[in-house]
């Protein structure tokens, strides 16, 4: 009995091991102006990020998650989302949702005058959806982020990121995602993650 338990608990450390090592998989990579001073940007907008994925939903879904993370953070104050998009619907002249806006680098500077902002992020879903991996089916979720100077329209920071949640193993489950939400939610702070440690070097 003593035998067969150890054997249980050795069989439980390798399904934990495997299921860590078998997580989600993430390949990201950033660009970071070498000229910028963070330093500057205390007020930020955040306009819904455009989607081209399958899901018309997904880049809404995902700024929700990507707008918890900075607020989290709370190092930035970030203007309130929906007096934003006001401002930057009226000053583009455009009935459209704020996610289809595509903004000029003086419509850019004219909305930072108007809402008292430094800098605005904006964002590209390109995957959100559910794909194959052997029987199972995982989220994977593709998408670009960027930082834009409000002043000068220019990008100051941008990342390209994309991540397949892990495969579900038998009876341990660690740091996995299984579901878009649980995806969208870890990419977030990932992205929101990497924006700091770029911008703001310790």
């Known amino acids: 009995m003593e035998d067969n338990m150890k054997g249980f608990k050795i069989l439980i450390l390798l399904l934990m091991t495997t299921s860590i090592s078998c997580g989600s998989l993430t390949d990201s990579r950033s660009f970071i102006h070498p000229d910028a001073d963070f330093s500057f940007y205390q007020k930020v907008g955040l306009l819904p990020f455009k989607t081209q994925a399958d899901d018309r939903l997904a880049g809404e879904k995902v700024t929700e998650h990507f707008l918890t993370e900075l607020l989290i953070r709370g190092e930035l104050e970030v203007m309130d989302p929906g007096q934003f998009n006001a401002v930057a619907a009226q000053v583009a002249g455009v009935n459209v949702p704020a996610s289809m806006l595509e903004l000029t680098p003086e419509q850019i500077g004219k909305i930072a005058d ?89």
Request: charged content about 15%; hydrophobic content about 40%; cysteine-free.
């Open 114 to 202: 108007v809402a008292d902002i430094q800098g605005i992020f904006s964002g590209t879903i390109h995957d959100y959806k559910m794909v194959q991996l052997g029987g199972e089916q995982y989220p994977m979720i593709s998408m670009t982020v960027k930082f834009i100077d409000a002043l000068t329209g220019k990008v100051v920071w941008q990342n390209s990121v994309t991540a397949t949640g892990g495969p579900n193993l038998p009876i341990v489950s660690i740091g996995e995602e299984f579901t878009l939400g649980q995806l969208s939610q870890k990419i977030s702070q990932g992205v929101v993650k990497d924006f700091y440690k770029k911008a703001y070097p310790k």
